[in-house]
């Protein structure tokens, strides 16, 4: 199975300031079509999961332009270029090219 | 807007089955795999399987030889299965929307308990 590594597991955050989360692939994530399926989820206290981002860096509807995701290959990073209160919680990066699908274990935002 | 509700026993004893549904409204269910994701308390996430609507399921092989999965197209729902649960299967389950899992339900917390 493709292990998910995330860093910091714990990310305390000024608000108004950037944050930054890593997310490595114990394989490549590039799938024979020439997508990168690398997904990133937010779960804010209480609440189901909410996709953020789909393939890499293509941000859903709704998701605020803060919210950036990059990266290649086994090396990926989810930016939020301003901090807001509303941004408290756990983020997840989780593949989608090789089966099973897995999951980051989880970054905890809080606000220092 | 699509939208996904779970349902079923909150309590199951050990060694019984697990059978959990979910409702889509808002969209049509065809034409997408539909998943299912559990979260025991205060941990990460976990992919159970999918299953498309035609009936064609994948499974994760840590829980491959427990799972079965069906959908119901005329009703827009999908289910769930897992046999011989133990301590270990209680979690919040919640089913979503496709292999990226852009929607996702609110989620039933399922006990395994005597």
């Known amino acids: 199975d493709v292990v998910m590594t995330q860093s910091p597991l714990s990310l305390p955050v000024t608000l108004g300031q950037p944050a930054s989360i890593s997310c490595r692939s114990s394989q490549s994530l590039v799938y024979s079509d020439g997508n990168t399926y690398l997904n990133w989820f937010q779960q804010r206290p209480g609440q189901s999961p909410r996709r953020l981002i789909y393939?890499?860096?293509n941000r859903d509807s709704g998701v605020p332009d803060r919210f950036s995701g990059s990266g290649s290959g086994t090396d990926f990073t989810l930016k939020i270029s301003r901090v807001e209160a509303e941004d408290v919680g756990v983020y997840y990066c989780?593949?989608?090219?090789?089966?099973?699908?897995?999951f980051g274990q989880g970054t905890k935002l809080e606000i220092k | 807007q699509v939208h996904l509700q779970e349902s079923g026993p909150g309590l199951v004893k050990p060694s019984e089955t697990l059978s959990l549904t979910c409702t889509v409204s808002g969209g049509s269910i065809s034409g997408y795999f539909w998943s299912w994701v559990r979260q025991p308390a205060g941990k990460g996430l976990e992919l159970i399987g999918r299953i498309y609507t035609s009936g064609s399921t994948n499974y994760n092989p840590s829980l491959k030889s427990r799972v079965t999965m069906s959908v119901d197209t005329s009703k827009d729902q999908f289910s769930l299965q897992l046999s011989s649960v133990t301590a270990a299967d209680t979690a919040v389950y919640y089913c979503a929307r496709g292999v990226a899992l852009d929607y996702w339900g609110q989620g039933t917390l399922v006990t395994v308990s005597s």
């Open positions: 393939k890499v860096s």
């Open positions: 989780m593949q989608g090219t090789h089966w099973p699908q897995s």
